[in-house]
Protein backbone atom coordinates (compact mmCIF):
# COMPACT_ATOMS: atom_id res chain seq x y z
CA UNK A 1 0.00 0.00 0.00
CA UNK A 2 3.13 2.24 0.83
CA UNK A 3 3.73 1.66 -2.77
CA UNK A 4 0.57 2.23 -4.37
CA UNK A 5 0.38 5.52 -2.47
CA UNK A 6 3.99 6.75 -3.57
CA UNK A 7 2.97 6.13 -7.48
CA UNK A 8 -0.17 8.32 -6.60
CA UNK A 9 1.62 10.62 -5.14
CA UNK A 10 3.90 10.53 -8.17
CA UNK A 11 1.12 11.16 -10.67
CA UNK A 12 -0.05 14.26 -8.58
CA UNK A 13 3.55 15.83 -8.41
CA UNK A 14 3.14 15.54 -12.48
CA UNK A 15 -0.09 17.26 -12.09
CA UNK A 16 -0.54 21.25 -12.99
CA UNK A 17 -3.00 23.61 -11.23
CA UNK A 18 -3.55 25.79 -14.11
CA UNK A 19 -6.63 24.62 -16.53
CA UNK A 20 -6.90 26.25 -20.10
CA UNK A 21 -10.92 27.38 -20.66
CA UNK A 22 -10.17 26.62 -24.34
CA UNK A 23 -7.66 24.56 -27.18
CA UNK A 24 -4.39 26.26 -27.00
CA UNK A 25 -3.26 26.49 -30.90
CA UNK A 26 -0.24 24.36 -29.40
CA UNK A 27 -2.68 21.49 -28.75
CA UNK A 28 -1.82 20.41 -32.44
CA UNK A 29 1.46 18.24 -31.34
CA UNK A 30 0.21 17.92 -27.69
CA UNK A 31 -1.44 14.23 -27.87
CA UNK A 32 -2.14 14.64 -24.06
CA UNK A 33 -4.23 17.36 -24.55
CA UNK A 34 -6.06 16.26 -27.13
CA UNK A 35 -7.39 13.74 -25.19
CA UNK A 36 -7.92 15.70 -22.69
CA UNK A 37 -10.07 17.97 -24.72
CA UNK A 38 -12.00 15.18 -26.99
CA UNK A 39 -12.22 13.31 -24.40
CA UNK A 40 -11.40 10.32 -25.71
CA UNK A 41 -12.24 6.51 -25.93
CA UNK A 42 -9.51 4.33 -24.97
CA UNK A 43 -8.96 0.61 -25.84
CA UNK A 44 -6.35 -1.81 -25.55
CA UNK A 45 -4.14 -4.97 -24.44
CA UNK A 46 -2.61 -5.48 -21.60
CA UNK A 47 -0.27 -7.71 -19.05
CA UNK A 48 -0.25 -8.06 -15.43
CA UNK A 49 1.77 -9.56 -13.64
CA UNK A 50 2.77 -10.00 -9.71
CA UNK A 51 3.20 -11.53 -6.47
CA UNK A 52 1.03 -11.93 -3.22
CA UNK A 53 2.56 -10.27 -0.05
CA UNK A 54 2.40 -11.30 3.80
CA UNK A 55 1.24 -14.33 4.05
CA UNK A 56 0.21 -15.27 0.65
CA UNK A 57 4.43 -13.80 -0.59
CA UNK A 58 4.96 -17.30 -2.11
CA UNK A 59 2.12 -17.05 -4.73
CA UNK A 60 2.34 -15.24 -8.01
CA UNK A 61 0.27 -14.21 -10.62
CA UNK A 62 -0.49 -13.41 -14.66
CA UNK A 63 -2.76 -12.26 -16.93
CA UNK A 64 -3.57 -10.77 -20.04
CA UNK A 65 -6.83 -8.78 -20.84
CA UNK A 66 -8.37 -5.89 -23.28
CA UNK A 67 -9.45 -2.90 -21.65
CA UNK A 68 -12.13 -0.02 -22.66
CA UNK A 69 -12.51 2.88 -21.15
CA UNK A 70 -14.03 6.70 -21.93
CA UNK A 71 -13.16 9.84 -20.65
CA UNK A 72 -16.58 11.65 -19.02
CA UNK A 73 -15.92 15.20 -17.95
CA UNK A 74 -13.96 17.93 -18.80
CA UNK A 75 -11.35 19.14 -16.38
CA UNK A 76 -12.59 19.52 -13.06
CA UNK A 77 -10.93 21.62 -10.56
CA UNK A 78 -10.71 19.42 -7.13
CA UNK A 79 -8.68 20.38 -5.05
CA UNK A 80 -5.61 20.07 -4.78
CA UNK A 81 -5.32 17.75 -7.57
CA UNK A 82 -7.42 18.85 -11.12
CA UNK A 83 -7.85 16.23 -13.81
CA UNK A 84 -10.97 14.53 -15.33
CA UNK A 85 -12.88 11.67 -14.31
CA UNK A 86 -13.16 8.16 -16.82
CA UNK A 87 -15.03 5.33 -16.65
CA UNK A 88 -13.45 1.96 -17.74
CA UNK A 89 -13.43 -1.82 -17.32
CA UNK A 90 -12.13 -4.86 -18.59
CA UNK A 91 -11.50 -8.76 -19.40
CA UNK A 92 -9.23 -11.27 -18.78
CA UNK A 93 -9.66 -14.41 -20.50
CA UNK A 94 -6.17 -15.78 -18.99
CA UNK A 95 -6.19 -15.86 -15.45
CA UNK A 96 -3.70 -17.69 -14.03
CA UNK A 97 -1.91 -18.48 -10.08
CA UNK A 98 1.30 -20.17 -8.86
CA UNK A 99 0.96 -21.45 -5.34
CA UNK A 100 2.89 -24.02 -3.73
CA UNK A 101 2.60 -27.63 -4.57
CA UNK A 102 0.67 -29.93 -2.42
CA UNK A 103 2.39 -30.04 1.14
CA UNK A 104 2.33 -31.21 4.58
CA UNK A 105 0.97 -28.44 6.46
CA UNK A 106 1.10 -28.42 10.75
CA UNK A 107 -2.79 -26.72 12.32
CA UNK A 108 -4.67 -27.46 15.12
CA UNK A 109 -7.24 -30.24 14.61
CA UNK A 110 -10.78 -30.91 16.68
CA UNK A 111 -11.05 -34.37 18.41
CA UNK A 112 -14.64 -36.09 18.43
CA UNK A 113 -14.93 -34.65 22.29
CA UNK A 114 -13.71 -31.28 21.05
CA UNK A 115 -10.39 -31.69 22.43
CA UNK A 116 -7.98 -30.00 19.96
CA UNK A 117 -4.53 -31.13 19.11
CA UNK A 118 -1.55 -30.00 16.63
CA UNK A 119 -1.29 -32.11 13.48
CA UNK A 120 -0.47 -32.08 9.84
CA UNK A 121 -2.92 -31.80 7.07
CA UNK A 122 -2.05 -31.88 3.53
CA UNK A 123 -2.71 -28.96 1.70
CA UNK A 124 -3.57 -28.31 -2.33
CA UNK A 125 -1.70 -25.81 -4.40
CA UNK A 126 0.08 -25.76 -7.99
CA UNK A 127 -1.04 -23.86 -10.93
CA UNK A 128 -4.86 -22.63 -11.71
CA UNK A 129 -6.55 -20.95 -14.00
CA UNK A 130 -9.32 -19.18 -14.96
CA UNK A 131 -10.86 -15.69 -16.18
CA UNK A 132 -11.68 -12.94 -14.73
CA UNK A 133 -13.66 -9.38 -15.19
CA UNK A 134 -13.47 -5.99 -13.72
CA UNK A 135 -16.44 -4.12 -15.12
CA UNK A 136 -16.19 -1.31 -12.66
CA UNK A 137 -13.07 1.05 -12.78
CA UNK A 138 -13.74 4.35 -11.77
CA UNK A 139 -10.24 6.87 -12.50
CA UNK A 140 -9.01 10.23 -12.47
CA UNK A 141 -6.91 11.51 -14.90
CA UNK A 142 -4.59 14.10 -13.39
CA UNK A 143 -4.43 17.57 -15.12
CA UNK A 144 -1.05 17.72 -16.42
CA UNK A 145 1.56 20.30 -18.57
CA UNK A 146 3.11 17.63 -20.07
CA UNK A 147 2.69 16.35 -23.78
CA UNK A 148 3.46 13.10 -23.34
CA UNK A 149 3.04 11.52 -20.09
CA UNK A 150 -0.63 11.68 -18.60
CA UNK A 151 -0.62 9.90 -14.76
CA UNK A 152 -3.67 8.57 -13.31
CA UNK A 153 -5.01 6.89 -10.30
CA UNK A 154 -8.11 4.11 -10.00
CA UNK A 155 -10.32 2.54 -7.44
CA UNK A 156 -11.98 -1.29 -9.32
CA UNK A 157 -14.16 -3.89 -8.33
CA UNK A 158 -13.74 -7.25 -10.17
CA UNK A 159 -15.23 -11.30 -10.52
CA UNK A 160 -12.41 -14.31 -10.87
CA UNK A 161 -13.82 -17.62 -11.73
CA UNK A 162 -11.14 -20.44 -11.73
CA UNK A 163 -11.77 -24.47 -13.02
CA UNK A 164 -10.58 -25.53 -9.27
CA UNK A 165 -11.49 -23.84 -6.24
CA UNK A 166 -9.02 -20.52 -5.38
CA UNK A 167 -6.81 -20.30 -3.02
CA UNK A 168 -5.68 -24.01 -2.01
CA UNK A 169 -6.85 -25.36 0.79
CA UNK A 170 -6.53 -28.35 2.76
CA UNK A 171 -7.83 -31.55 1.20
CA UNK A 172 -11.59 -32.36 2.56
CA UNK A 173 -10.68 -36.05 2.89
CA UNK A 174 -7.73 -37.16 4.90
CA UNK A 175 -6.26 -39.79 7.61
CA UNK A 176 -5.71 -38.20 10.83
CA UNK A 177 -4.42 -40.94 13.79
CA UNK A 178 -5.50 -43.82 11.71
CA UNK A 179 -9.20 -42.10 11.17
CA UNK A 180 -10.91 -40.90 7.62
CA UNK A 181 -11.74 -37.35 8.45
CA UNK A 182 -13.58 -35.09 6.61
CA UNK A 183 -12.70 -31.60 6.57
CA UNK A 184 -14.67 -28.25 5.82
CA UNK A 185 -11.90 -26.98 3.55
CA UNK A 186 -13.60 -25.83 0.23
CA UNK A 187 -13.43 -22.60 -0.97
CA UNK A 188 -14.34 -21.03 -4.09
CA UNK A 189 -14.71 -21.05 -7.96
CA UNK A 190 -16.04 -17.14 -7.24
CA UNK A 191 -14.12 -14.92 -5.94
CA UNK A 192 -14.51 -10.82 -5.65
CA UNK A 193 -11.06 -8.50 -6.52
CA UNK A 194 -11.53 -5.23 -5.00
CA UNK A 195 -8.13 -3.31 -5.82
CA UNK A 196 -6.51 0.48 -6.09
CA UNK A 197 -3.56 1.62 -7.79
CA UNK A 198 -2.06 4.62 -9.98
CA UNK A 199 0.00 4.65 -13.16
CA UNK A 200 0.94 6.70 -16.41
CA UNK A 201 0.36 6.81 -20.27
CA UNK A 202 3.09 7.76 -21.83
CA UNK A 203 2.40 9.00 -25.66
CA UNK A 204 4.64 7.80 -28.22
CA UNK A 205 2.29 9.84 -31.26
CA UNK A 206 -1.46 11.43 -31.51
CA UNK A 207 -3.95 8.81 -30.35
CA UNK A 208 -1.58 5.73 -29.15
CA UNK A 209 0.31 5.23 -25.48
CA UNK A 210 2.58 2.66 -23.71
CA UNK A 211 1.11 2.25 -20.27
CA UNK A 212 2.84 1.21 -17.13
CA UNK A 213 0.18 0.67 -14.00
CA UNK A 214 1.00 -0.54 -10.18
CA UNK A 215 -2.22 -2.14 -8.35
CA UNK A 216 -2.76 -3.27 -4.99
CA UNK A 217 -5.40 -6.68 -5.39
CA UNK A 218 -7.40 -8.43 -2.65
CA UNK A 219 -8.96 -11.33 -3.18
CA UNK A 220 -11.99 -12.83 -1.37
CA UNK A 221 -14.78 -15.41 -1.97
CA UNK A 222 -17.20 -13.39 0.64
CA UNK A 223 -17.63 -16.51 2.20
CA UNK A 224 -19.28 -18.14 -1.05
CA UNK A 225 -17.48 -21.65 0.51
CA UNK A 226 -17.09 -23.79 3.88
CA UNK A 227 -13.69 -20.84 4.25
CA UNK A 228 -12.53 -17.54 3.24
CA UNK A 229 -8.56 -17.76 3.61
CA UNK A 230 -8.82 -15.17 0.75
CA UNK A 231 -5.70 -13.33 -0.63
CA UNK A 232 -5.56 -10.13 1.76
CA UNK A 233 -3.27 -8.41 -0.66
CA UNK A 234 -1.15 -8.89 -4.12
CA UNK A 235 1.22 -6.32 -5.89
CA UNK A 236 1.31 -6.53 -9.42
CA UNK A 237 2.94 -4.35 -12.56
CA UNK A 238 0.27 -3.84 -15.36
CA UNK A 239 2.09 -3.01 -18.63
CA UNK A 240 -0.44 -1.96 -22.08
CA UNK A 241 -0.31 -0.49 -25.20
CA UNK A 242 -3.80 1.84 -25.58
CA UNK A 243 -5.30 3.49 -28.67
CA UNK A 244 -7.10 6.56 -28.29
CA UNK A 245 -9.84 7.92 -30.71
Not at 10 to 25: H, K, Q, W
Not at 43 to 69: C, E, I, L, M
Not at 130 to 156: D, E, H, M
Request: hydrophobic fraction near 40%; include cysteine; glycine fraction near 12%.
Amino acid sequence: MRFILFVAMAGALMASAETPNTASPTDADNPVAQVRNNKSWEYGPFVNGGTGVGNRDNFQFFRAGFQVGKVLTPVLHAWPFPGQFELSGNIMPLWMAFTPAPHYQTTTCAGPDGTSFSCSLLAEGGMYHGVSITPVIFRWNFLTKSKRIQPWFQAAGGLIYTTHKFPPNYFPTQIINGQTVKIDSGTSVWNFSPQGGGGIHFFTRDGRSLDLGVNGVHISSASLGDRNPGVNASVEVQLGYTFWK
